[in-house]
C-alpha cells in the first residue's frame, strides 16, 4: 500500500511559489516526524525540511530556510511544503518522507534519508531563470 502521495510540483519561474502537498495514509501520519527531502539532477537526494508530531517543531536546511514552510493538517492527514522565493537551485525531484518512532532527544534522525520508514514516488520541481 502506498502510504504517501505528493503532489503540487511544477514549472515556474525565478522568484514564483508552489505548495507541495503529502496526502499520507492514517497510519503513515502517525509518524512522530515527517519531511521533505529533494534530489537535483545528478546529485544526491537532500534533507529539506521536518517537522516533529509531538510539538511541532520545525527544522529546515540552510539553503532554504527562511523562504520554505513545513506544516501539517491532521484534520487532511497531510503535510505541506511552502516554497517561497524559488531559484533555479530549487529544481529537484521532491520527496516525501516519515519516520515512525523518534526515540527521545534524537530528533537529529528526522533529517537523515536512511532512518525515514516511508517515502513517496515523487514530485518534480523546475524553476527556469
Known amino acids: 500500500q502506498v502510504q504517501l502521495v505528493e503532489s503540487g510540483g511544477g514549472s515556474v519561474q525565478a522568484g514564483d511559489s508552489l505548495r507541495l502537498s503529502c496526502a499520507a495514509t492514517a497510519a503513515a501520519y502517525r509518524s512522530e516526524c515527517m519531511g521533505w527531502f529533494r534530489q537535483p539532477p545528478g546529485k544526491e537526494r537532500e534533507r529539506v525540511a521536518h517537522i516533529i508530531t509531538a510539538d511541532g517543531r520545525t527544522d529546515y536546511a540552510n539553503s532554504v530556510k527562511d523562504r520554505f514552510t513545513i506544516s501539517r493538517d491532521s484534520a487532511k492527514n497531510t503535510v505541506y511544503l511552502q516554497m517561497n522565493s524559488l531559484k533555479p537551485e530549487d529544481s529537484a525531484m521532491y520527496y516525501c518522507?516519515?519516520?515512525?518512532?523518534?526515540?527521545?532527544?534524537?530528533?537529529?534522525?528526522?533529517?537523515?534519508?536512511?532512518?525515514?520508514?516511508?517515502w513517496g514516488q515523487g514530485t518534480q520541481v523546475t524553476v527556469s531563470s
Open positions: 518522507a516519515a519516520k515512525r518512532f523518534l526515540p527521545y532527544g534524537e530528533s537529529w534522525r528526522c533529517a537523515e534519508e536512511y532512518e525515514q520508514d516511508y
